[in-house]
């Protein structure tokens, strides 16, 4: 029997799923999960630096010391039936919105130091370099060298200084490079100009408006951004992973784009518009976009029918919200209705097709 929106939605491991989790494939890659980056990152800069970039605190007592220690991640992984993970940072994702040189340098610390984090286990942990775009020639350079060094993809802002929109050629080098190699570029929430920049000053509802409305306005500004002002026309190998923004709004938005492109491109109507685009912006987002998703009940339903090539599951570990010690059950919550194959592809074959994964 299938579950309800609302029993699906609970956190709560409950007896009925161990059918649905032994059914789960055993394979898990979670494409999405973080580490903690140790004290002494910025150690480096002069205090007066140190003091603007990210607070570094180790976890509390509550969560896991895997995101610090690797030999612990992997002690905890096989806890949880995790194969995999693809890592991105923690205090280093509020470092986007530095100047270009201190950002530059912060990134390439903290590449370096995610690179040795993955040397315990480089067919398990695989790590999501940081790239300042400001200067698209050196976001490029440095794209080249994390790959040397073993690490996959390329994290940029999701929310750019807003001299630089998403929508403009300024990023078409880094867009034609990331093709080269055949990487990803990967967007994380709370990246860049984001609402969480000024978070503190929030208070009351406005905490839930930013959390929800806000964060949500921010990612549907990039993937309009990148599908309409033709990124993808230019660039056909060109892949982007949305990382932890769940994926039930995105069919809803598809659909409304597929709409307006239709409504207002078809000739004879009584006003047409040209575009940056020749085809559906669904078809587009069903080639190029990746997403991720951890605790998504609506999304979860909606892959019966869309994104079953497209989205990837994650734990979040070692965050709060992580699912971690109990993926599993999670996983058979969300997805445990959905054929054999279709798990396969969410929990572990997308993300493996996407970075070529060695496992």
Not at 13 to 20: C, G, T
Not at 45 to 65: C, H, N, T
Not at 146 to 162: E, F
Request: charged fraction near 25%.
């Amino acid at each position: 029997m299938a579950l309800t929106i609302e029993q699906m939605s609970s956190r709560n491991i409950d007896e009925a799923l161990s059918d649905k989790i032994s059914g789960i494939p055993t394979l898990l890659v979670s494409a999405d999960a973080h580490l903690d980056e140790p004290h002494d990152l910025w150690d480096e800069f002069p205090q007066e630096v140190r003091e603007k970039l990210p607070k570094i605190g180790y976890p509390k007592d509550s969560r896991p010391q895997g995101g610090i220690n690797p030999e612990i991640r992997l002690e905890h992984m096989d806890l949880d039936g995790v194969t995999a993970d693809i890592i991105y940072p923690t205090a280093a994702l509020r470092a986007f919105t530095q100047p270009k040189e201190i950002q530059e340098r912060a990134f390439r610390i903290y590449n370096d130091m995610l690179a040795d984090y993955c040397k315990a286990a480089p067919k398990r942990l695989f790590g999501v370099p940081c790239l300042c775009t400001y200067d698209i020639d050196h976001a490029v350079e440095e794209m080249q060298r994390c790959a040397d060094l073993g690490l996959k993809g390329g994290l940029i802002w999701q929310v750019p200084d807003p001299a630089l929109p998403l929508n403009s050629r300024h990023y078409d080098k880094l867009w034609a490079a990331a093709s080269e190699l055949d990487k990803p570029i990967n967007v994380h929430i709370l990246s860049g100009f984001t609402y969480f920049k000024d978070r503190a000053k929030l208070q009351g509802a406005e905490i839930i408006r930013g959390a929800v409305n806000t964060r949500m306005h921010e990612v549907m500004t990039t993937v309009f951004d990148l599908i309409w002002y033709g990124a993808f026309d230019r660039y056909p190998k060109l892949k982007i992973e949305l990382v932890e923004c769940e994926i039930g709004w995105m069919p809803f938005m598809i659909q409304q784009m597929d709409y307006y492109y239709n409504r207002f491109s078809t000739v004879g109507q009584s006003q047409t518009y040209e575009f940056e685009i020749s085809r559906l912006p669904s078809e587009i987002f069903n080639e190029h976009f990746y997403a991720t998703f951890m605790d998504d009940a609506v999304g979860a339903h909606m892959l019966k029918v869309w994104g079953q090539k497209n989205c990837m599951w994650s734990s979040d570990y070692p965050h709060a919200n992580m699912t971690w010690p109990h993926s599993r059950a999670f996983v058979a919550k969300q997805i445990g209705d959905l054929d054999p194959e279709t798990q396969k592809r969410l929990t572990s074959q997308n993300v493996i097709d996407l970075y070529g994964l060695e496992l």
